[in-house]
């Protein structure tokens, strides 16, 4: 079935670093790609997507790119900041309920 | 914009105890779905609905019931609860059933089952 492997955490970072959390995916057809944020003590947030390969999804300078040779989707920033702080999930759906990937926690320290 | 709503935020039960996780959505959406959250186990779908009267299973459906009775509300009910259902259990809607439609949560049901 469909799945989603990403990078295990806990990431520790300073602020202003640049951030990669890889996600890559295995999936029939031709899946749409999703990163979700979740803030402590809250439900998930669409932070970015994509429906077709080659497309970059991007928001609050995160982006990520639908790399169908590499079946991969990974996030990046390239300053981040303490607000950032939270869980990011990978996700796809592929005509199918969305599959998550278990989720990076990254924790951004001043 | 309330967009998904659910109650309680917390609950605590004893083994044996029922009750129902009640989730509610203002946005006219067709498409519902429950997930529960585990520590590093991500979200795991329990049921989903692609409209009233209309339910599937997911992928960890057992020890729970669901019910769409009306396009707003999609309750959970957990029949029996069992200390493995301590858990927190999200509420999601959106307005396509599948595809590039972003999913919109709520904030959540902190359950602890005793």
């Known amino acids: 079935g469909d799945s989603v492997t990403q990078m295990e955490g806990p990431v520790t970072l300073s602020e202003e670093a640049f951030l990669t959390i890889n996600c890559t995916y295995t999936?029939?057809?031709?899946?749409?790609l999703f990163w979700y944020v979740q803030y402590p003590g809250e439900g998930l947030q669409l932070l970015l997507k994509?429906?077709?390969?080659?497309d970059k999804g991007s928001n609050k300078g995160f982006e990520a790119t639908y790399r169908k040779e590499t079946t991969s989707f990974h996030l990046e920033k390239g300053s981040v900041q303490v607000s950032d702080s939270a869980v990011y999930f990978c996700?796809?759906?592929?005509?199918?309920?969305?599959?998550f990937g278990k989720g990076t926690r990254l924790s951004v320290i001043a | 914009n309330a967009g998904v709503t659910q109650t309680p935020k917390f609950q605590v039960l004893k083994t044996g105890q029922s009750m129902t996780l009640q989730c509610a959505q203002d946005?006219?959406?067709?498409?519902m779905s429950w997930y529960r959250q585990d520590p590093g186990m991500g979200l795991r779908l329990i049921h989903y609905?692609?409209?009233?009267?209309?339910?599937d299973q997911g992928e960890v459906p057992n020890g729970y019931n669901v019910s769409r009775s009306t396009t707003e509300d999609f309750p959970l009910r957990l029949l029996s609860a069992a200390p493995s259902q301590t858990s927190v259990y999200f509420c999601?809607?959106?307005?396509?059933?599948?595809?590039?439609?972003?999913?919109?949560f709520g904030d959540g049901t902190r359950l602890s089952i005793l």
């Open positions: 999601a809607s959106s307005k396509g059933q599948f595809g590039g439609q972003p999913q919109h």
């Open positions: 999936a029939t057809g031709y899946p749409s």
């Open positions: 994509a429906t077709k390969a080659d």
């Open positions: 996700a796809l759906t592929a005509n199918t309920p969305l599959v």
């Open positions: 946005m006219n959406h067709e498409y």
């Open positions: 609905s692609v409209g009233a009267g209309i339910t």
